[in-house]
């Protein structure tokens, strides 16, 4: 048995033709490859986005998991080790008071900065991926209804107009401040703000998602074969769920990325200004807030949370770009 | 280009008058009572009085009403009354004497009206916002020219770079560590912004300029960062078109080619990103005023929401939308007016 059933034929009939030479096949054809694998080929390439991507995997992982190597809690008082200082501070400094139970020092209060930096990472973390998720369900629903539905349009991008001419951040102090204590009572202080933060940036940071989701759904649409399935009678959802999606996923991967950047710095922004977090609940702007009335002493405590947010928005951004490179078909492959 | 600016004028109203009934809305949520500082030793009754005299004790849509009266009708009076009175440019027109002692929009905190306070605020925002403003415009330009024109070089990488660094690290982050650089340790500038300076000779105007520097840079390099990436994407749109080819091929110098042929057209994206970047600096320098302690609209606005201060709120919210909406409508305007392929009409 061969691979067709017309060389069996061939075979049967016992009078076998030698192919002519041109025709004949030099060797094996290449695999197929598949789209994904020629995206990760593109996105190795850029270096900055791998760093990127790893060092966000790497602090994802750091928290996710820290807790576990790191077992001090970030709330506890050690006010007899209170203020010391990192432990690399006694490279240029032997008199600092510096000690391996609190590698990297301990603030105001005795508590330990490592720890806390864990649990900051872990909230805003969590604030990060749940407010991008949230955005991304809104932008990406009002994009490919817009897009679809012709009577939806008008309105729903009306809508997202509207809500690309408020002021962002000022209406987000103003919600934060004002829902806080209804949101406080109801779900307990870190859960009630918790859901107030994500629910804010998530309502507030959508549009451009929409925007872009929609023009790709509009484009895709006239395609021939969204056509084909709506003349097999393919339900509406049923079209967008196995032809539109899949399809518009690229944009929608690269405006994730921007969205968990500008999520994380939204937080942390709110908890700067006083109006995030409870106070006993450590995340990376709050420990950098209150770090800044002792910067001159201890400068650590604000660089600590700082480059961490920094680093942290700085390789998901470079991620950002990595995947819009790799994931462009014009730009790929060259 | 006339009828379609003039139709998204009319347009821009109920946008606005519906963000300013949803910012009204939200406030009217707000679980804040303005009486909270009050002493408990005063009776009910009287805290009721005092409510009905800040007007809380109507119905919302009625307070909305008089709020949009007295920022709509009353306070454009008193506008034009200091125009015909005070101002230097309009002040020999016959004083019109439009305001005749209506109730104007008032701050809960101060009780006095909040256009008044907002107007003492605006000069500390334009000056350090606004220049940071320019200065960020003046940097990002050049920068994206040349890195476009030598696409991938090390200069390119180094400014994508830097233009990555300035776009993540917050301006709550990077305020702090100049002051831990150049106010602690150095010793070069101060650290908090004095805005009862007054400049009059020579050492006052170095002391200003040190005291500028430093919120200015911080706001600019965000202003940058996000610029120079757009000028460089739309210089490299421009510089591999045919125009710039036959440009090239009829033999005109590459300063005038680069500068003249391709700037011109990467200009028009550029600008209206310049002029859709305005109101959100006023937005962003929320944080950067209070990092350098600066009291502007910025800081007006936390320390009005921190002292559950509605009226102020919510007509420092509304002018923040105003300007957003207003410079769309500009920067759509502007494109139309630059590119003569966009025709909205």
Same mark, same amino acid.
């Given at each position: 048995?061969?691979?067709?059933?017309?060389?069996?034929?061939?075979?049967?009939?016992?009078?076998?033709?030698?192919?002519?030479?041109?025709?004949?096949?030099?060797?094996?054809?290449?695999?197929?490859?598949?789209?994904?694998?020629?995206?990760?080929?593109?996105?190795?390439?850029?270096?900055?986005?791998?760093?990127?991507?790893?060092?966000?995997?790497?602090?994802?992982?750091?928290?996710?998991?820290?807790?576990?190597?790191?077992?001090?809690?970030?709330?506890?008082?050690?006010?007899?080790?209170?203020?010391?200082?990192?432990?690399?501070?006694?490279?240029?400094?032997?008199?600092?008071?510096?000690?391996?139970?609190?590698?990297?020092?301990?603030?105001?209060?005795?508590?330990?900065?490592?720890?806390?930096?864990?649990?900051?990472?872990?909230?805003?973390?969590?604030?990060?991926?749940?407010?991008?998720?949230?955005?991304?369900?809104?932008?990406?629903?009002?994009?490919?209804?817009?897009?679809?539905?012709?009577?939806?349009?008008?309105?729903?991008?009306?809508?997202?107009?509207?809500?690309?001419?408020?002021?962002?951040?000022?209406?987000?102090?103003?919600?934060?401040?004002?829902?806080?204590?209804?949101?406080?009572?109801?779900?307990?202080?870190?859960?009630?703000?918790?859901?107030?933060?994500?629910?804010?940036?998530?309502?507030?940071?959508?549009?451009?998602?929409?925007?872009?989701?929609?023009?790709?759904?509009?484009?895709?649409?006239?395609?021939?074969?969204?056509?084909?399935?709506?003349?097999?009678?393919?339900?509406?959802?049923?079209?967008?769920?196995?032809?539109?999606?899949?399809?518009?996923?690229?944009?929608?991967?690269?405006?994730?990325?921007?969205?968990?950047?500008?999520?994380?710095?939204?937080?942390?922004?709110?908890?700067?200004?006083?109006?995030?977090?409870?106070?006993?609940?450590?995340?990376?702007?709050?420990?950098?807030?209150?770090?800044?009335?002792?910067?001159?002493?201890?400068?650590?405590?604000?660089?600590?949370?700082?480059?961490?947010?920094?680093?942290?928005?700085?390789?998901?951004?470079?991620?950002?770009?990595?995947?819009?490179?790799?994931?462009?078909?014009?730009?790929?492959?060259? | 280009?006339? #009828?379609?600016?003039?139709?998204?004028?009319?347009?821009?109203?109920?946008?606005?008058?519906?963000?300013?009934?949803?910012?009204?809305?939200?406030?009217?949520?707000?679980?804040?009572?303005?009486?909270?500082?009050?002493?408990?030793?005063?009776?009910?009754?009287?805290?009721?009085?005092?409510?009905?005299?800040?007007?809380?004790?109507?119905?919302?849509?009625?307070?909305?009403?008089?709020?949009?009266?007295?920022?709509?009708? #009353?306070?454009?009076?008193?506008?034009?009354?200091?125009?015909?009175?005070?101002?230097?440019?309009?002040?020999?027109?016959?004083?019109?004497?439009?305001?005749?002692?209506?109730?104007?929009?008032?701050?809960?905190?101060?009780?006095?009206?909040?256009?008044?306070?907002?107007?003492?605020?605006?000069?500390?925002?334009?000056?350090?916002?606004?220049?940071?403003?320019?200065?960020?415009?003046?940097?990002?330009?050049?920068?994206?020219?040349?890195?476009?024109?030598?696409?991938?070089?090390?200069?390119?990488?180094?400014?994508?770079?830097?233009?990555?660094?300035?776009?993540?690290?917050?301006?709550?982050?990077?305020?702090?560590?100049?002051?831990?650089?150049?106010?602690?340790?150095?010793?070069?500038?101060?650290?908090?912004?004095?805005?009862?300076?007054?400049?009059?000779?020579?050492?006052?105007?170095?002391?200003?300029?040190?005291?500028?520097?430093?919120?200015?840079?911080?706001?600019?390099?965000?202003? #940058?960062?996000?610029?120079?990436?757009?000028?460089?994407?739309?210089?490299?749109?421009?510089?591999?078109?045919?125009?710039?080819?036959?440009?090239?091929?009829?033999?005109?110098?590459?300063?005038?080619?680069?500068?003249?042929?391709?700037?011109?057209?990467?200009?028009?994206?550029?600008?209206?990103?310049?002029?859709?970047?305005?109101?959100?600096?006023?937005?962003?320098?929320?944080?950067?005023?209070?990092?350098?302690?600066?009291?502007?609209?910025?800081?007006?606005?936390?320390?009005?929401?921190?002292?559950?201060?509605?009226?102020?709120?919510?007509?420092?919210?509304?002018?923040?939308?105003?300007?957003?909406?207003?410079?769309?409508?500009?920067?759509?305007?502007?494109?139309?007016?630059?590119?003569?392929?966009?025709?909205?009409?």
């Amino acid at each position: 048995m061969t691979d067709s059933p017309q060389d069996d034929l061939i075979l049967a009939e016992g009078a076998r033709v030698a192919p002519i030479e041109a025709l004949k096949d030099k060797g094996p054809m290449a695999p197929p490859r598949s789209k994904w694998r020629d995206v990760w080929e593109q996105f190795r390439k850029h270096k900055g986005a791998m760093m990127g991507a790893f060092f966000l995997f790497f602090i994802t992982f750091g928290v996710l998991i820290g807790p576990y190597l790191w077992t001090l809690d970030p709330q506890a008082l050690d006010i007899r080790n209170k203020d010391m200082r990192p432990i690399y501070t006694a490279l240029w400094n032997s008199e600092a008071k510096v000690g391996w139970n609190h590698p990297l020092g301990s603030d105001q209060l005795g508590r330990d900065n490592l720890s806390q930096l864990i649990a900051g990472g872990r909230a805003s973390m969590a604030v990060g991926w749940a407010a991008m998720l949230l955005s991304l369900l809104i932008g990406t629903g009002v994009g490919v209804m817009a897009g679809y539905f012709k009577k939806l349009d008008g309105p729903l991008m009306r809508l997202t107009d509207l809500f690309l001419s408020l002021p962002i951040l000022p209406l987000l102090l103003v919600a934060v401040t004002l829902f806080r204590q209804p949101l406080r009572a109801n779900f307990g202080p870190e859960g009630g703000m918790f859901i107030l933060i994500v629910t804010v940036v998530g309502i507030t940071s959508w549009m451009p998602t929409a925007r872009i989701v929609r023009g790709d759904v509009l484009a895709i649409k006239e395609r021939e074969f969204v056509l084909a399935a709506r003349s097999i009678g393919t339900q509406p959802f049923k079209i967008i769920k196995r032809h539109l999606l899949p399809n518009v996923l690229s944009p929608i991967m690269v405006s994730a990325t921007l969205g968990l950047a500008t999520a994380i710095i939204t937080e942390s922004a709110l908890s700067f200004l006083g109006v995030g977090f409870p106070s006993d609940f450590p995340t990376w702007g709050k420990m950098l807030a209150d770090a800044v009335a002792r910067m001159e002493d201890f400068p650590e405590r604000v660089l600590l949370p700082g480059v961490a947010i920094s680093l942290t928005v700085l390789g998901v951004n470079y991620l950002g770009d990595g995947l819009r490179d790799a994931l462009d078909p014009r730009i790929r492959g060259r | 280009m006339l #009828t379609y600016a003039i139709r998204r004028l009319v347009l821009s109203v109920p946008t606005l008058l519906f963000i300013s009934f949803v910012i009204f809305m939200l406030l009217q949520l707000a679980p804040g009572d303005p009486m909270a500082q009050v002493p408990l030793t005063v009776p009910p009754e009287v805290k009721q009085k005092m409510r009905e005299a800040l007007g809380v004790g109507e119905p919302a849509l009625v307070q909305y009403w008089k709020w949009l009266v007295q920022v709509f009708w #009353t306070e454009p009076k008193v506008f034009i009354d200091w125009l015909t009175r005070d101002s230097f440019l309009l002040g020999w027109l016959p004083d019109t004497n439009l305001y005749q002692g209506e109730l104007r929009v008032i701050s809960w905190q101060t009780r006095s009206p909040v256009m008044d306070i907002v107007l003492q605020r605006i000069p500390q925002t334009l000056w350090v916002v606004g220049l940071s403003y320019v200065v960020g415009v003046l940097i990002a330009l050049p920068i994206g020219i040349y890195s476009a024109y030598r696409q991938y070089s090390t200069f390119d990488q180094a400014g994508t770079f830097v233009t990555m660094v300035g776009f993540s690290i917050p301006p709550f982050f990077t305020g702090p560590l100049l002051i831990v650089i150049f106010s602690v340790y150095l010793g070069w500038f101060p650290s908090i912004y004095d805005t009862t300076h007054v400049v009059n000779d020579w050492e006052s105007f170095k002391y200003q300029l040190s005291q500028m520097i430093m919120p200015v840079m911080v706001l600019a390099l965000q202003t #940058t960062a996000q610029l120079s990436r757009y000028m460089r994407a739309s210089m490299l749109d421009n510089l591999n078109q045919d125009y710039v080819r036959t440009a090239r091929a009829k033999g005109l110098s590459e300063a005038v080619v680069v500068m003249v042929h391709v700037l011109r057209n990467s200009m028009i994206p550029v600008i209206t990103v310049i002029a859709l970047g305005v109101p959100a600096i006023f937005g962003g320098a929320i944080i950067t005023e209070n990092v350098f302690k600066v009291n502007g609209i910025g800081q007006l606005l936390i320390t009005a929401l921190f002292a559950n201060d509605l009226p102020m709120v919510m007509t420092l919210t509304f002018i923040f939308a105003f300007l957003i909406v207003m410079f769309n409508l500009i920067a759509d305007i502007l494109y139309g007016l630059l590119d003569p392929r966009i025709r909205y009409d």
